[in-house]
């Protein structure tokens, strides 16, 4: 059986990184229906032709998400989008609302059922079952749960108009604390819904407890951000979930940049090749799970799969944990194809053996180390900020694309940082 590795995507920059990062399928969201609304960049409607052109072209498939809460003046809306969505041969729709699964069926288009309906049992995949061929499992489910429901649909012999159903997972991302998230914190405090694909997340912030009467008797909530979930990793437990026969493993990650989906999208499918192989060793899943550090996160937990979350599931820092943390470098002045070597006028100093790397549209996500800097065409160790440097590359750059340093990142002080600006709002 062979795994089927899925990729989010927010835009052309991040299908690129997708691309290369050798995704088997990515999903994506048009702009106003779907669960990224707010904060992923997404396509327009008119994307989708050649959207789902470059996806085929690279032997991917790609699934349009509409899972947001559907009102009824909408359901013209999303019927245009799904014969746009056919015309453009979009593989699936991945769908919540039980208007568009059966608008999908009535016009003949495969559906999957989003992780937003929290189907945790066998029952719910049998009765989703008559609609879709694909089941995307709450994410409130152990590992064991998760098994002994895809023993029940080999045994029972499910399928969708002859076609054998799949199990999709999430196996990596944000987490939310509510059930699949349906929150409405965001809407309370900012109008904002996350049920509406416009979540601010007030969760992640620090809280305080105020005696009203005595304002100056508070209380910080525990050194950690009792609202604010761990990101899923599953890497340590990676073979554990293709052992069990999960048929789609699916990356969490549509608002976030290319550097993110190109690193996470490389570590998994990585790891899933050598887990084919029977090479995927200890020493290796520790090794992989240290580059994963690098990119965007919150703290790594393993979420329901091996039991109830534990305390130890709380974030215990503002934003990302990541090891690593992006500069913007400078601006590129030009490319020369020939001898393959780019122009950077330099926005940050810039020496041997530092870390860069570049996106953009078709380019995606590039990094390298840097040597053989030059200045007014002699070779240095180090250039200053305000001069232009070129440098050699290994792989096309486009003048339009961005480029920037990579750095170790001081979580800790990063976050004494944001509490001591905390403590000047305040006063």
């Not at 990729?7 to 229906?33: N, Q």
């Not at 499910?158 to 991302?173: A, S």
Request: proline share 3%; glycine share 4%.
């Amino acid at each position: 059986m062979k795994t089927e590795l899925l990729a989010p995507i927010g835009d052309w920059e991040t299908l690129a990184a997708a691309i290369k990062a050798k995704a088997d399928a990515v999903y994506f969201g048009i702009k106003t229906i779907n669960m990224r609304t707010f904060s992923a960049r997404n396509f327009e409607k008119k994307d989708l032709k050649k959207l789902m052109e470059t996806i085929h072209k690279n032997k991917m498939k790609g699934y349009l998400a509409l899972n947001t809460t559907i009102y009824d003046h909408e359901l013209p809306k999303v019927e245009e989008i799904l014969d746009e969505a056919k015309k453009s041969k979009v593989d699936a729709i991945i769908a919540s609302d039980l208007a568009v699964v059966q608008l999908c069926n009535k016009k003949d288009i495969e559906v999957h059922i989003s992780t937003q309906l929290s189907v945790s049992n066998y029952e719910s995949i049998k009765f989703f079952s008559k609609y879709s061929p694909r089941i995307v499992l709450a994410r409130e489910c152990t590992l064991e749960q998760i098994k002994e429901m895809i023993k029940k649909v080999k045994e029972n012999k499910l399928n969708y108009k002859g076609k054998p159903l799949q199990i999709e997972v999430f196996i990596h991302g944000s987490l939310c604390v509510s059930v699949s998230g349906r929150c409405f914190m965001s809407q309370y405090q900012e109008r904002m819904s996350a049920n509406r694909g416009q979540c601010l997340q007030p969760c992640r912030r620090k809280y305080r407890i105020t005696d009203i009467e005595d304002p100056q008797k508070e209380f910080v909530l525990d050194e950690n951000y009792v609202l604010s979930p761990k990101d899923l990793c599953t890497l340590p437990i990676l073979d554990k979930l293709v052992d069990a026969g999960i048929e789609v493993l699916k990356i969490e990650g549509r608002a976030k940049g290319p550097e993110y989906v190109y690193n996470v999208t490389k570590i998994y499918k990585q790891a899933l090749e050598l887990i084919n192989k029977n090479k995927f060793t200890k020493e290796i899943m520790l090794e992989l799970t240290k580059e994963l550090e690098k990119v965007y996160n919150r703290g790594f937990s393993t979420n329901f799969l091996l039991g109830t979350p534990t305390n130890d599931s709380w974030n215990k820092f503002y934003g990302s944990s990541a090891k690593e943390k992006k500069i913007k470098l400078g601006k590129i002045t030009n490319y020369f194809a020939k001898i393959k070597v780019v122009s950077i006028l330099l926005d940050e100093d810039l020496k041997d053996n530092d870390e860069i790397f570049f996106t953009g549209n078709k380019t995606g996500y590039y990094k390298l180390k840097v040597n053989n800097i030059r200045f007014k065409d002699k070779l240095v160790k180090q250039a200053k900020k305000g001069q232009e440097i070129s440098i050699k590359v290994q792989e096309p750059i486009r003048k339009s694309d961005e480029v920037y340093l990579i750095q170790p990142r001081d979580i800790n002080k990063e976050e004494q940082r944001i509490e001591q600006e905390l403590n000047k709002f305040k006063k």
